[in-house]
Structures are given as C-alpha cells and as structure tokens.
C-alpha cells in the first residue's frame, strides 16, 4: 500500500513539474492583450513574414537533411547488414560520435576548415554555407536515422530478398530502390521524423554558420519580445509532439502489416 | 519460368563484378561523409589545440585553460551539469520505477514514455521561452505565488538566470532521457527476485539494499554519466535563457568562435578539447557501465 502512495506521488510530483510550463507557456501567449486573452500573438507571429521566410528555410533544409541521409545512410546499412557485417562496430561507432562530440564542437570544426581561405571554402558563398549546414544536418541526426533504418533492416529477410531480386535480373540500385525500400518504409519515416524534430529548430549550428533559419529566428524574438516567444514555443511543442505522433504511427502500420503477413 | 534461361548468360559478368564492389561503393559514401564532415573537422580543431599560431607544436594553450575565467567557467558547466545530471537521474529512476513496478494504473507507462519522447525532444530555445513564462518575473508560478501566498521567490534570493535556474531547466529534458534510457533495465528486474527474497524473509529496505540496487547500479551510473555529458555540451538553452549572462563552457566557446573573445584562437581550440574530454569520458564510462548492467537484461 505504501509502495503505491510514494508511486502516486511521484508520478503526480512528475506530472506537475512536467504540465505547469507547458500550461504556463500557454497562458502566458494568450497575455499579449491587456485584460483580456486572446490570440494575438500567434496572430503577429503567423503575420510575420521574418516567420515565414525563416520557418520556409528550415522545412527546406529538413527535407534536404532527410533525403541526403536517407541516400547515405540506407546503402551503408543495407551493405553492413548483407555483405560487410566486420565493419559494423566502426559503422555504428561513427553514427555514434554526434551524441559524444558537441555540435558546438562540430560547427566549430566547420568553420576551420571550410573558412574562406581553405582548400574548400565551403563558407564563402551562401548556396556553400547551405550545403554544409544541410551536411551538418545529416552528421546530427546520423544516429536516430542510422538506428532507424538498422532496425527496419533487422525485421526483413534482406538476403532472401536481395537473392529473389538478383535472379529476376535487377541490379544492387534496383534492388535498393524497389525492393529494400518499400520494406523498410516505415523504419525510414520515423528515422525522417526525428531528423526532422533535430533540425527544425536547431540553434548552434544555424546561428554560427550565420544562416536566417527558425533557430536563430526564435533566439531573436525571444531577445526583442514578450508574448511572442511563448506563442513560439507553443507552436514548436506542437512541431514536435507531431513528429513523436507520426513515428508512433509509422511504428505502428509496420506491426499491422506484421501482424497480416 | 522463362527468365533464368534467357538472363543467365548476359549478366553473370556484371553481377560477379559488381559483387565484388557493389559493397564498398555502397558505403563508401558514408565513409567519404564521415571523414570529411565528422571525423576531419574534429580532429583538426583538436590538433589545432597543441598548435601556436605559426604550426608549431606546442603546449602552450593547453597550460594557458588554467586561466582563471577559464577554470571559472568549466568549475560551473561541471557543477550544472552534474546537478543536473543527479537530480535528474533520482527523480528520472524514481518515474519510471513508479511507472513500471508501482502498481500505478496500466495507462500512465505508455503516457509516460510518449510524453518523455516529446519532452527529451524538447530542448533548446522554446525551452527556454517556456520556463520564463513559468518561473520568469512575470512567470504564471512566480506570480501565482506571490498573489496567493505573498511569497515571492525572487526576494526568496531564485533567479531564472542562475545556477538554479538553469538546473531547474535542464532537468526538463533530462528527467525524461533518464526514463528512456533506463526503462529496459527497470524492466530486467525480475518478478521472481522479490519472491525469491519475500520467500526468504527480506523487508523492502533490504530488497533494495542487496538485490535492486546491486543489479541496477551500474545502469543508473552509466545514465547519469551521459545526462552529464548531454548538459555539458548544451548551448541553446542556456543561450536563450541568460542571453550569455551565464559563463559555462559551452556559451564562452561559442562566444569565441563568434568573436576571439579569448584574445587567441588557439586557446579556443584547447577549450573545444577540454569539452570533448570531458563528454567523451563521459559517454565511454557510460558505455562500459551499460555494458555491465545489460547482464541482467537477458
């Protein structure tokens, strides 16, 4: 009985210090108008073509990230898996390194060797500092889209399949492109969803490669403004919760597919 | 029926071939990627440290972090980290445990993991607007507070911008990494341990004591030591929140690379060594202890 009182308890204490900023952040959005709460600051936010320029940017740098490392990192898994399982440890080791190096570290890294005065002066011109910050991107989420699309691999039969294609005469692209793909689907969509929830807002990277996106952008209002930041935020806790949303629902269609086969 | 007949002849070349290097031109990308985007630019930052500014190899910056803003500034990312990093730790183990073995209702296990998905999720600058519009000046608890109680925290000697305040924040998204990362070793916990000792007349204390704690300590370290290591190279947040008021490691590097405020480039590379020596040794304790705790876990 005792067991269950400290358990309430600590799930309440829990539930309380985890909902009040939640519900706080909220409140406080609603504040913009004297006396009364209103919508108001969502509505200068939305209106704000700063907002909209800046959140543009950062859903184009997302899907960019998604696609570039969905290309690197489905082969490499896929080959690791097939045909070179002894470079699996330096394989996972390296998706591991962006959770032990600090992104500061990274960008840091970045902006020493791909200054203006570098052999790759990646830095000098804005489509340059976009690739590497997409780059950059895909080296972040490497180890959520890495264990993703490791783990769909693992629940298929992928030497069976790749034998079955091979036979029908298809080469290791087609192979890749129309039979390992569409298998591991919903493994690659909640590896893009995470990605996507790193790169939204991402700060450091964006603010030190001096790029206009929705981090930077929120650092900003949040250095100027009042109410607005709090409507912000409600609306990137909205972005996230829907990433977690649709991977839960991705994770899920894979087990009813599972479960019908 | 017909297919192996006609194909086998003509593309038997090509797929021995590429057999051969279909494999390494698949990763090879990674590795080209991993190399010029993860591992190069580490490693140069990091020579860059036992660099003068001619190339020359030296000590000299490494001996200059013993400057004393600089021993300031990692003597307080350590103590946030860490407070950050135990206190998350403590009440992270607390939830999950309630969650799995409290006998609490069967809905609030998955609430609890979604939620700490979301919220381990939820870090950086929105954090820190949240946490101003809750314990800010005008924050809806701070002002709660002093209207209903007359107790203003501010006077009380708290202030978001702070120590506290800053652990206060992290713990945000710490507490909820903790109830993710130790879940499977709270559910490697055994049904029949706590009979087996019940059985042989243990109290809870003494389950705790001799069973529970000696299985689960080596996860419950290895955690802590990698919410370390996540605090410690967090930038965001604190940003956000003390606009750089707050001198930890992270926002004096980034002040750095913004704008040499350390006078000397290479002692701004022997600062991004110091924190990689830090987080590094950090996540490889956190690896070995992992290692050990996952016995139980079969």
């Given at each position: 009985?005792?067991?269950?009182?400290?358990?309430?308890?600590?799930?309440?204490?829990?539930?309380?210090?985890?909902?009040?900023?939640?519900?706080?952040?909220?409140?406080?959005?609603?504040?913009?108008?004297?006396?009364?709460?209103?919508?108001?600051?969502?509505?200068?936010?939305?209106?704000?073509?700063?907002?909209?320029?800046?959140?543009?940017?950062?859903?184009?740098?997302?899907?960019?990230?998604?696609?570039?490392?969905?290309?690197?990192?489905?082969?490499?898994?896929?080959?690791?898996?097939?045909?070179?399982?002894?470079?699996?440890?330096?394989?996972?080791?390296?998706?591991?390194?962006?959770?032990?190096?600090?992104?500061?570290?990274?960008?840091?890294?970045?902006?020493?060797?791909?200054?203006?005065?570098?052999?790759?002066?990646?830095?000098?011109?804005?489509?340059?500092?976009?690739?590497?910050?997409?780059?950059?991107?895909?080296?972040?989420?490497?180890?959520?889209?890495?264990?993703?699309?490791?783990?769909?691999?693992?629940?298929?039969?992928?030497?069976?399949?790749?034998?079955?294609?091979?036979?029908?005469?298809?080469?290791?692209?087609?192979?890749?492109?129309?039979?390992?793909?569409?298998?591991?689907?919903?493994?690659?969509?909640?590896?893009?969803?995470?990605?996507?929830?790193?790169?939204?807002?991402?700060?450091?990277?964006?603010?030190?490669?001096?790029?206009?996106?929705?981090?930077?952008?929120?650092?900003?209002?949040?250095?100027?403004?009042?109410?607005?930041?709090?409507?912000?935020?409600?609306i990137t806790f909205l972005i996230t919760w829907a990433c977690m949303g649709l991977i839960q629902l991705a994770g899920n269609t894979r087990k009813i597919a599972g479960d019908k086969s | 029926m017909w297919t192996p007949r006609v194909t086998a002849n003509s593309p038997r070349i090509s797929i021995g071939l590429g057999r051969q290097l279909g494999p390494w031109l698949g990763v090879a990308p990674f590795f080209v990627f991993a190399a010029l985007f993860l591992v190069l630019p580490t490693g140069l930052l990091l020579v860059g440290a036992f660099q003068n500014s001619d190339g020359h190899f030296t000590l000299q910056n490494i001996a200059n972090l013993a400057r004393a803003d600089i021993i300031k500034s990692f003597w307080l990312s350590i103590k946030i980290s860490a407070a950050s990093a135990i206190g998350g730790a403590i009440i992270g183990f607390a939830l999950a445990y309630a969650a799995i073995n409290g006998g609490l209702p069967k809905w609030i296990r998955p609430t609890?993991?979604?939620?700490?998905?979301?919220?381990?999720?939820?870090?950086?600058?929105?954090?820190?607007?949240?946490?101003?519009?809750?314990?800010?000046?005008?924050?809806?608890?701070?002002?709660?507070?002093?209207?209903?109680?007359?107790?203003?925290?501010?006077?009380?000697?708290?202030?978001?911008?702070?120590?506290?305040?800053?652990?206060?924040?992290?713990?945000?998204?710490?507490?909820?990494?903790?109830?993710?990362?130790?879940?499977?070793?709270?559910?490697?916990?055994?049904?029949?341990?706590?009979?087996?000792?019940?059985?042989?007349?243990?109290?809870?204390?003494?389950?705790?004591?001799?069973?529970?704690?000696?299985?689960?300590?080596?996860?419950?370290?290895?955690?802590?030591?990698?919410?370390?290591?996540?605090?410690?190279?967090?930038?965001?947040?604190?940003?956000?929140?003390?606009?750089?008021?707050?001198?930890?490691?992270?926002?004096?590097?980034?002040?750095?690379?913004?704008?040499?405020?350390?006078?000397?480039?290479?002692?701004?590379?022997?600062?991004?060594?110091?924190?990689?020596?830090?987080?590094?040794?950090?996540?490889?304790?956190?690896?070995?202890?992992?290692?050990?705790?996952?016995?139980?876990?079969?």
């Amino acid at each position: 009985m005792t067991k269950k009182i400290v358990s309430w308890i600590a799930f309440l204490f829990g539930a309380l210090y985890f909902l009040l900023p939640l519900i706080a952040t909220f409140e406080f959005s609603l504040r913009l108008k004297r006396n009364e709460y209103s919508f108001e600051a969502y509505r200068i936010v939305f209106a704000d073509s700063t907002f909209q320029a800046a959140f543009l940017y950062s859903l184009v740098l997302a899907f960019v990230t998604i696609v570039i490392g969905i290309l690197i990192v489905v082969p490499t898994a896929y080959w690791v898996q097939l045909r070179l399982p002894k470079l699996r440890p330096i394989v996972e080791f390296i998706t591991l390194l962006p959770l032990v190096i600090p992104a500061i570290i990274i960008v840091f890294g970045y902006i020493r060797m791909y200054n203006t005065s570098s052999i790759l002066p990646l830095t000098q011109t804005s489509i340059g500092t976009d690739t590497l910050l997409s780059l950059g991107y895909v080296a972040l989420a490497l180890p959520y889209m890495y264990r993703a699309v490791e783990t769909g691999l693992r629940t298929i039969d992928v030497a069976t399949l790749t034998e079955a294609s091979e036979s029908l005469g298809a080469g290791w692209v087609t192979t890749m492109w129309k039979v390992i793909l569409p298998n591991i689907k919903s493994a690659i969509l909640s590896g893009a969803f995470l990605t996507f929830a790193t790169v939204i807002g991402e700060f450091t990277f964006a603010s030190l490669l001096n790029r206009p996106t929705f981090g930077p952008y929120l650092q900003l209002i949040g250095a100027k403004r009042a109410y607005e930041p709090a409507a912000l935020a409600v609306i990137t806790f909205l972005i996230t919760w829907a990433c977690m949303g649709l991977i839960q629902l991705a994770g899920n269609t894979r087990k009813i597919a599972g479960d019908k086969s | 029926m017909w297919t192996p007949r006609v194909t086998a002849n003509s593309p038997r070349i090509s797929i021995g071939l590429g057999r051969q290097l279909g494999p390494w031109l698949g990763v090879a990308p990674f590795f080209v990627f991993a190399a010029l985007f993860l591992v190069l630019p580490t490693g140069l930052l990091l020579v860059g440290a036992f660099q003068n500014s001619d190339g020359h190899f030296t000590l000299q910056n490494i001996a200059n972090l013993a400057r004393a803003d600089i021993i300031k500034s990692f003597w307080l990312s350590i103590k946030i980290s860490a407070a950050s990093a135990i206190g998350g730790a403590i009440i992270g183990f607390a939830l999950a445990y309630a969650a799995i073995n409290g006998g609490l209702p069967k809905w609030i296990r998955p609430t609890l993991m979604t939620f700490s998905g979301v919220a381990s999720n939820f870090a950086g600058v929105p954090l820190a607007f949240s946490f101003i519009a809750t314990l800010g000046r005008l924050g809806l608890v701070t002002v709660f507070l002093n209207n209903i109680f007359g107790f203003n925290i501010y006077s009380a000697g708290f202030n978001l911008l702070d120590f506290w305040g800053l652990t206060l924040t992290y713990l945000y998204f710490q507490i909820p990494l903790m109830v993710l990362i130790l879940t499977p070793a709270i559910d490697g916990l055994k049904k029949e341990w706590r009979e087996a000792s019940a059985t042989l007349g243990s109290s809870t204390w003494q389950h705790w004591r001799y069973i529970t704690l000696p299985v689960l300590w080596p996860s419950l370290a290895g955690s802590t030591l990698l919410l370390f290591a996540n605090a410690f190279g967090a930038v965001a947040t604190a940003f956000a929140l003390t606009n750089s008021s707050l001198n930890i490691v992270p926002i004096l590097l980034f002040a750095q690379i913004r704008g040499d405020v350390l006078h000397d480039p290479n002692l701004g590379y022997a600062l991004a060594l110091g924190m990689v020596l830090i987080t590094g040794l950090s996540n490889v304790l956190y690896i070995m202890l992992r290692a050990r705790g996952e016995r139980w876990q079969k």
